[in-house]
């Protein structure tokens, strides 16, 4: 959910500009670019970010900012990890800056909450079936994909006026009524079709790629189910 720079304070938007920096720095240090060493590997990886930057721009109005749209990053999550994740999705965004549709200077705010927010929770959650839930198929789709989507995508969407709250009163009456009966129902909407289109990607490519899905491994998943 892309913040203008206007639901932004001068202070908020350098401290999130300094933290992306910080995070994006501590990303590329550990990233696994040997992971990238086959030509198959990268070029899927830059195909995704181009699904990413086309999927970014068919944004939902509401009629009110932030913008609404498609996060994907539980999907980015999944096939390459959490660092390439976050790197890719970052690479969408600067796609989206250069276009125009996101102003740069709140280019370090709208990375943290489209970009390593989603990431970090997606590889959580996914770290936390691995211990504590079966291995299997269908905990793996639904569980980690499935419903994975639908909370990294509420949880950005709380953050984002969260971080929108903290800068200006979001919350003042033409705001607030236009906030619970416009964005809050298209928050919902959208929650089940992030579910359904990250679930469904993550299928198709468990059952016909899965060497390109970093996260998957047939012996665990599926041997002996």
């Known amino acids: 959910m892309f913040v203008p720079p206007e639901l932004l304070g001068t202070g908020l938007t350098w401290a999130g500009n300094l933290l992306f920096a910080l995070l994006l720095a501590w990303t590329l240090r550990f990233a696994p670019w040997r992971a990238l060493s086959q030509p198959e590997r990268h070029n899927v990886l ?4 181009v699904v990413m930057l086309l999927l ?3 944004r939902a109005g509401t009629g ?3 913008r609404v749209h498609i996060l ?4 980015f999550t999944l096939m390459f990890g959490r660092h390439l994740a976050a790197l890719g999705l970052t690479l969408a965004l600067l796609g989206m800056a250069i276009s125009g549709a996101v102003e740069w200077s709140t280019f370090g705010v709208n990375a943290l909450l489209n970009a390593f927010l989603p990431v970090w929770f997606a590889d959580r959650l996914w770290r936390v079936s691995e211990r504590y839930l079966p291995n299997h198929f269908f905990v793996y789709i639904f569980v980690v994909s499935f419903l994975g989507a639908a909370l990294a995508f509420a949880l950005t969407a709380v953050a984002t006026f969260g971080v929108v709250s903290v800068a200006t009163d979001a919350w003042g009456a033409g705001a607030g009524a236009l906030f619970s009966d416009q964005f809050v129902p298209m928050v919902l909407l959208l929650m089940f079709g992030e579910a359904w289109l990250n679930g ?3 299928t198709i490519f468990v059952v016909m ?3 390109w899905v970093a996260t998957f491994d047939d012996q665990r998943y599926l041997a002996g189910k």
């Open 46 to 49: 830059f195909g995704f970010c």
């Open 56 to 58: 970014w721009t068919l």
């Open 64 to 66: 009110l900012d932030p």
């Open 72 to 75: 994907g990053a539980t999907t």
């Open 200 to 202: 469904m990607a993550m």
């Open 209 to 211: 790629r899965p060497a």
